[in-house]
């Protein structure tokens, strides 16, 4: 839901511990199908990147990325449509 608010586009790298769930990755993987879904076990992406700004581009260091590959589960989609019919009532509910 939130990637789709953000029009999320091109690669998606997941990192940390939610990297090493694999089943997870795999979710989000089937659920953007348009996507490729990159995991690393690297947790320090915040601290990756403030390196690359600092360093002015003068120095890349190398990280390592597992492609992902989707999940295959059938009753996703209808579990998918049912949470998304539920979104309306609950921002209407949290509003109060």
């Known amino acids: 839901f939130c990637l789709n608010m953000i029009k999320s586009a091109g690669i998606i790298v997941i990192e940390g511990p939610f990297a090493q769930n694999a089943t997870l990755c795999a979710l989000i993987a089937q659920l953007r199908p348009d ?22 581009n003068q120095f890349t260091p190398q990280r390592m990325f597992a492609s992902v590959a989707p ?16 979104l309306p009532a609950m921002a209407k509910s949290n509003s109060n």
Not at 71 to 80: F, H
Request: charged share 20%; aromatic share 10%.
């Open 35 to 56: 996507q490729t879904i990159l995991a690393t076990p690297d947790g320090a992406g915040t601290s990756f990147g403030a390196a690359v700004l600092a360093m002015d």
């Open 71 to 86: 999940s295959t589960y059938s009753t996703l989609k209808i579990y998918k449509r049912k949470w998304q019919e539920m």
